[in-house]
């Protein structure tokens, strides 16, 4: 936030930032679509377009109000396929990017970056340094490769890479898939590493309303840990093996399995509480009404009474929609990420969000949970080699967060099949009447 309030990155308003995207990709998609489909060549991993947007407008582009700019596309076809193999159609992706503004998220990371979530929720663009731009570029083959050889995957679904170019300043951008969707409300929200080297949610982030918190508070808040039917654990920690696998290969380090956790108990006794706060407040007005010196006017107070009814039934309906939307991305809820050959029980509760991985808590609350690993794009190849043995002389090498790949991936895996889920017998995603 700069001094006049204005929210900016690289100095640069967040306003120009996102409408200039949501230019710049209606372009590239626009443009794309007279390009015949084709198969994937190499060189479709390297190329890169360039596209000036001045004010005025020229003859591929519109007028428009932000300063003028200019919008790099990198590898246009290549991402055009990845979108295709996630199913995701070019007016779908136009929609969602571009049909109505952004919204940006605040950040719990430390590196700077921003993030922009988009209407419907589908999308996430983040901004990645120059770095982890070039790393990405360079990781594509092997990205295509790893996604055709391997659709149901916890590795983030990379849609587009950009760089928006204003003021003799670059900003890059990534488009991925969001994990979290943000009509389910977050009980918790962990960003796991398998490190226990200062991991945990600095002070700030804990008075946030809806904070990050890391290892050493998991530990705190579920000593021991999260349970998942037996078939489930085995998927996902199959899943995730894979994907360190793959993540050791290119030398990738310090990305995270971000874990969001749905509490269906604690949402139910919310509602609970929601309803008697309502007719609560709905028996407070009735008998100020009853106690008012002057007969109130009654169409009035039979009409606010009725358009909160009818305002709440709306929301309810509206919720239950979106709870059990079909995601427009293909196998990108959790729950399909981690099942390939398992066949998916559809949830017939009305009150249960699709999509997520049922699980219980140590005291036996029915949990939702939505996963997936983010920030892939530190390769240790790159930058790591100095810094490694640099700390290494300082902390022990066990617990430093930086550290070679393959025990970093070793760690990850063993935190995550050991420390944060657990194995238990199958049960029922609904209380049975023996308990409690
Ligand atoms: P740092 O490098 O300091 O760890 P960063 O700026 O690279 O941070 P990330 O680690 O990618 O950022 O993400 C930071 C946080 O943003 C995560 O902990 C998570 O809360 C949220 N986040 C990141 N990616 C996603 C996603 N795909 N869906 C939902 N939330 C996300
Ligand atoms: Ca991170
Ligand atoms: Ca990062």
């Known amino acids: 936030v700069d001094e006049g309030g204005e929210v900016t990155y690289k100095r640069i308003q967040s306003k120009q930032i996102m409408g200039s995207i949501q230019l710049g990709i209606q372009h590239t998609v626009g443009s794309l679509a007279s390009k015949?489909?084709?198969?994937?060549?190499?060189?479709?991993?390297?190329?890169?377009?360039?596209?000036?947007?001045?004010?005025?407008?020229?003859?591929?582009?519109?007028?428009?109000?932000?300063?003028?700019?200019?919008?790099?596309?990198?590898?246009?076809?290549?991402?055009?396929?990845?979108?295709?193999?996630?199913?995701?159609?070019?007016?779908?992706?136009?929609?969602s990017m571009c049909a109505s503004p952004l919204r940006q998220l605040s950040n719990p990371g430390a590196s700077g970056s921003i993030f922009y979530l988009t209407d419907d929720d589908e999308f996430i663009i983040k901004t990645v340094q120059k770095k982890e731009c070039e790393f990405l570029q360079k990781l594509l083959p092997g990205y295509y490769m790893n996604l055709s050889q391997n659709p149901r995957t916890l590795l983030p679904k990379f849609f587009g890479l950009y760089c928006f170019h204003y003021n003799a300043k670059n900003v890059r951008l990534v488009a991925m898939n969001n994990l979290l969707p943000s009509d389910i409300k977050m009980h918790a929200k962990y960003d796991l590493k398998g490190s226990t080297f200062r991991r945990k949610a600095s002070k700030t982030e804990r008075q946030k309303a809806s904070p990050t918190f890391k290892d050493l508070d998991f530990m705190e808040h579920h000593p021991n840990g999260i349970f998942l039917e037996t078939d489930k654990y085995n998927a996902l920690i199959k899943t995730i093996q894979r994907d360190c696998m793959v993540l050791e290969s290119f030398q990738i380090m310090d990305y995270s399995l971000l874990v969001g956790i749905h509490n269906l108990d604690l949402a139910q006794k919310e509602k609970r509480e929601e309803r008697i706060r309502n007719a609560r407040a709905k028996l407070q007005r009735s008998e100020e009404v009853r106690e008012a010196p002057e007969p109130p006017d009654f169409d009035q107070t039979m009409n606010a009474g009725s358009t909160t009814a009818l305002q709440s039934a709306g929301t309810a309906l509206n919720r239950s929609r979106s709870m059990n939307r079909q995601r427009l991305v293909a196998h990108s809820t959790a729950l399909e990420s981690i099942t390939a050959d398992m066949d998916i029980p559809m949830e017939e509760d009305e009150d249960v969000p699709a999509g997520g991985i049922p699980a219980r808590s140590e005291n036996d609350e029915r949990l939702i949970l939505y996963i997936g690993i983010i920030d892939i794009l530190q390769s240790y190849r790159l930058e790591k080699k100095l810094e490694h043995t640099f700390k290494s002389i300082i902390y022990n090498g066990d617990t430093v967060s930086v550290c070679r790949p393959s025990f970093y991936a070793q760690r990850f895996q063993n935190f995550m099949g050991k420390t944060v889920f657990k194995k238990t017998p199958t049960f029922p995603l609904k209380h049975s009447p023996s308990k409690r």
């Not at 300063?67 to 159609?89: C, H, M, Q, T, W």
């Open 36 to 95: 015949p489909k084709r198969d994937l060549l190499m060189k479709d991993f390297w190329e890169m377009e360039t596209i000036a947007f001045p004010p005025d407008g020229s003859s591929i582009t519109p007028a428009h109000h932000y300063s003028e700019f200019r919008f790099k596309v990198y590898a246009p076809i290549a991402f055009r396929y990845f979108r295709d193999l996630f199913g995701i159609a070019p007016d779908d992706f136009l929609m």
